[in-house]
């Protein structure tokens, strides 16, 4: 029997979530929590089981639960919400799409969720909370640390380091050795 688990936020990212969720077979999505009730509608035919007023209520009846918000410009509302499921005790698994790669030698913390295609090698090492998009690459003993963004198709190149809260856009190159601290623009590179 799987284990079931709730979901944090309704959106765009929520759908890749779910996608990845039931390719990986690991767990039964219980439904999806909003901030306000109304908010927003089914996502992919699974239901708004609750607001985020509720979270103790749910607590009673489910121990996994997942940040599904996205980051783009700002991580408040993922890191806020995050905080508040750890304060509640739940459970926030990783969550590996099957069609990516994660060495065995790599490490992935709470909550972070690597997403179709995307690379995670040999060393790496990715904080908690974070959002390995589809088809990024994290190359060998980069850190990424926690509430990150690795946007889709990046490249973080090895021995980077990208400090917490930060977002490497869609397309961008981080070259070997650097620090990102903050925003990387999609399609840039930072040398």
Do not use: W
């Not at 607590?59 to 890191?79: D, Q, W």
């Not at 698994?93 to 790599?106: D, G, N």
């Not at 790496?124 to 998009?133: P, R, S």
């Amino acid at each position: 029997m799987k284990k079931k688990i709730i979901l944090l936020g309704g959106g765009g990212h929520c759908k890749s979530v779910i996608d990845v969720i039931e390719k990986e077979g690991r767990f039964e999505i219980a439904g999806i929590v909003e901030k306000f009730t109304g908010e927003s509608k089914a996502v992919l035919g699974y239901e708004i089981i609750g607001t985020d007023d509720e979270l103790e209520k749910l607590r009673e009846s489910y121990e996994y639960a997942i940040v599904t918000v996205g980051h783009i410009y700002s991580n408040s509302v993922r890191v806020k919400l995050f905080k508040k499921l750890k304060a509640l005790n739940f459970v926030l698994p990783t969550i590996i799409s099957p069609l990516a790669y994660v060495s065995q030698h790599a490490h992935i913390e709470d909550g972070s969720v690597i997403l179709h295609h995307a690379i995670v090698n040999v060393g790496a090492k990715v904080g908690k909370n974070c959002i390995i998009n589809s088809k990024a690459l994290i190359e060998h003993d980069a850190q990424i640390y926690s509430h990150c963004h690795i946007a889709t198709g990046a490249i973080v190149n090895g021995d980077v380091i990208v400090k917490a809260n930060s977002f490497v856009g869609s397309g961008s190159v981080v070259v070997q050795g650097r620090e990102v601290d903050g925003f990387v623009k999609a399609g840039s590179v930072f040398k």
